[in-house]
């Protein structure tokens, strides 16, 4: 074993160590589950803001964004960290304020108070089933770091990094999640600022990077006829822009966002916490993929795009900065990890399990609930993660469902006064039939142009179909909501203390009044 993977190993285990740590201090505040889950509503603004940018920054961004810039220049980031930047303004602007009056728990109890609890039932599942996918694919990138960084089989990476994690989850939920979250997320901006003139410099300098990087590959606009990773016309059109809005709304109403709004101490925090997470998260998320840019130049025909980051890494950091990149990264994925965990754990217990036993649950038994849950959910990932690593892609499918259920239900359930149940499920229902239409529709288009790639296919339909799906389901559930006014009169948006809340003027919708 070499010096350098025998320090950075020992550098990974006193940070674990220090992890385990604070989940050890932050049990002592575990009263309730308001403390559990939402951190007893107490968080400032500097905790509020490192949990959502350290939730946000994970291997997608890292080695997804690293590698799609890499192919396809920064037009390849549109989704991520873009997409996801501008996703987290928006809330910031238009529903942190709000959302924390509100005092909720779960982004379920919103359907639950606005909608009835079908609704409620239909958020939890796909959160459970979207989180449950997204750890495990997590995992897997824990264990392809201690993998190729530290030459760690597969395995052992997954095991002892989803045990800490595990731990110190159990430990303080959403207090030890923000707690280390906040030092995860400095650690990677230290981390990631440090490499950019390494990089620069194995480059052969800016000059040289500007002479053979072209300039349109620093374009977020979209091609001549609009071309946007590898489409043409409308279908490249549709693509660019669901890149924005699948990713820019469809993730506002997700529970790892509005859980870290809950949990700030007022509504002001809320507020200027998310705005500038999403600042950050834009900025900062740009830089794994202007490395992955620049990387052609030192790397140029690599075989595997997915692993430029690492290999960048590798071959061009020192030890010092290898060794603070590795425990970032990996602390970077164990931020996202917990998160994921502990939106499981917080749903099962706060919206699940009362719906499936048909009675109210004590404080007490809602937090045994929610980390038996937490440690079914870690074992199903690590499962997955050992035994079958190719099927959280197929469960990845419903993540987008989040987007499908409740993305136009929750906006509209906020700033529209006549949003009904019945509106809410026909929209539901309208959605995915008309999305798995028009994804079977376009899947023909999108193989031709994957070349006959499945996976890369289903997911460009996916992505394209989203949009007249959306479309057509916001028009069914302004219909159908009018249309039933008496029948099924709107319920109004109803805090969890029984209190009518809802936006009043334009300073207010902006957190300033």
Known sequence: MSEKVT?????????????????????????????????????????????????????????????????????????????????????????????????????????????????????????????????????????????????????YGIIVSIVITLAYTLLGGMWSVTLTDLVQMLLFIIAFIAAIPVTIAAAGGLDNIFKNIPISDYSILPGENWFYLGYVGMLGLAY???????????????????????????????????ILAGIAYATLGLIPAILGLWARIIIPNIDNPDVILPTLALKVFPLPLFILFTVAVLAAIMSSTDSALLVVGSVVAQNIAPIVAKSSISEKGKIVLAKTSIIAAALVCTGIALLAPEIYKLINFSWALILMVQGIPFILGIYWKRANRTGALACVVTNIVLWVLFISLLLPHTLAVEEGNFEYALWDAIYIADIPALIIGLIVFIMVSLLTQKRDPPKPLMSIDGKIVEPKNFRELFGLS
Request: hydrophobic share 55%; charged share 15%; proline share 1%.
């Open 240 to 274: 660019y822009v669901s890149s924005w809005i699948v990713q820019g709304m469809g993730s506002l109403s997700c529970q790892d966002l509005v859980q870290r709004a809950l949990s700030a101490k007022d509504e002001k925090v809320s507020v200027r916490a998310s």
């Open 7 to 155: 320090l950075a190993l020992f550098s990974l285990g006193v940070y674990m160590a220090i992890m385990l740590f604070i989940g050890w201090l932050s049990s002592k505040k575990i009263k309730n589950l308001a403390d559990y889950i939402v951190a007893g509503r107490r968080l400032g603004l500097a905790l509020t803001f490192g949990t959502i940018l350290a939730t946000w920054f994970c291997s997608g961004t890292a080695f997804g964004g690293a590698a799609m810039a890499y192919l396809f220049g920064l037009r390849g980031v549109i989704m991520d960290p873009l997409g996801a930047a501008l996703c987290i303004l928006l809330f910031g602007l238009f529903f942190a304020k709000i959302m924390r009056k509100l005092r909720y728990l779960t982004i379920a109890d919103f359907f639950r108070y606005r909608y009835g609890k079908e609704m409620e039932l239909l958020s939890s599942i796909v959160q459970v089933l979207a989180y449950i996918a997204w750890t495990s694919g997590l995992i897997i990138s824990l264990g392809y770091v201690f993998q190729v960084f530290l030459g760690v089989p597969y395995n």
